[in-house]
């Protein structure tokens, strides 16, 4: 995998884990969209740790 796709994915889920903790520690309440957004946003990390970038068509092929 090539470490370029892997940073906005990575970046996401250290912002979600920022906002988790808002949301517990400060301000102590729950919102079900950005729960999703975290399912969301959490699962496309691990599909781009599992999943080869020929398989997401990022390799060109030269045949």
Do not use: D
């Not at 994915?9 to 969209?33: D, P, R, S």
């Amino acid at each position: 995998m090539e470490f370029t796709h892997f940073q906005p994915a990575a970046a996401g889920v250290g912002f979600v884990l920022w906002l988790i903790g808002a949301e517990v520690l400060v301000l102590a309440k729950y919102c079900l969209w950005c729960s999703g957004v975290h399912l969301v946003t959490t699962a496309l990390l691990i599909v781009l740790t599992r999943v080869s970038p020929a398989q997401l068509g990022w390799v060109s092929s030269n045949e």
